[in-house]
């Protein structure tokens, strides 16, 4: 489903296709055949990215995932199974809009206004609330889980749904 998002948002202005198409360029990820990008960005990080490689920066800084997904999606999937300093680091780019990479010569700012879609299971074996399947966690483990996504980045998520599976069954029928 989040894949899809950007298929459903309003189409790029002009201003945006060119600032996106800008933050590519620089990062090196625009294809020679690729002169203007027109579709908003889907970005999904692996849990195991880094702090540089998320918000940017290097030695010569270079824009991150998030600046990436500007003006676009991005998307983190299993949520709490990223580290917990990676997952800070997105509190003031939700915020801001932007993020500012400061080295010791140059001090470079990126924007990155983005939707962040975010996703997790609802205790470490994925079945807590489940009318098909037994949870094996412990309330400890289950509250352990939960308290890897901090109350600060939580408060900057606007919208929170809990879905419950559909068995494969039903969906086909669809």
Known sequence: MAKRLPS???PLSLSESLETTQI?????????ETSLISQRPFRAPHHTISQVALVGGGTNPQPGEISLAH???LF????PEF???????????????KITISRAKLT???PCSFMMIASMNPCPCGYYGDPTHHCVCTPGQIQRYMNKIS???????DIHCEIQAVPFA????M
Do not use: M, T
Request: charged residues 25%.
């Open 76 to 79: 983190c999937d299993e949520l």
């Open 71 to 73: 003006n676009g999606v």
């Open 24 to 32: 590519h360029s620089v990062a090196g990820k625009l294809s020679r």
């Open 83 to 97: 580290n917990r300093s990676v997952l800070e680091v997105l509190r003031q780019p939700l915020e801001d809009r």
């Open 151 to 157: 109350g600060p980045l939580l408060d900057r998520i």
């Open 170 to 173: 039903q969906l086909s029928q």
């Open 108 to 110: 470079v700012e990126y």
């Open 8 to 10: 459903i948002l309003p």
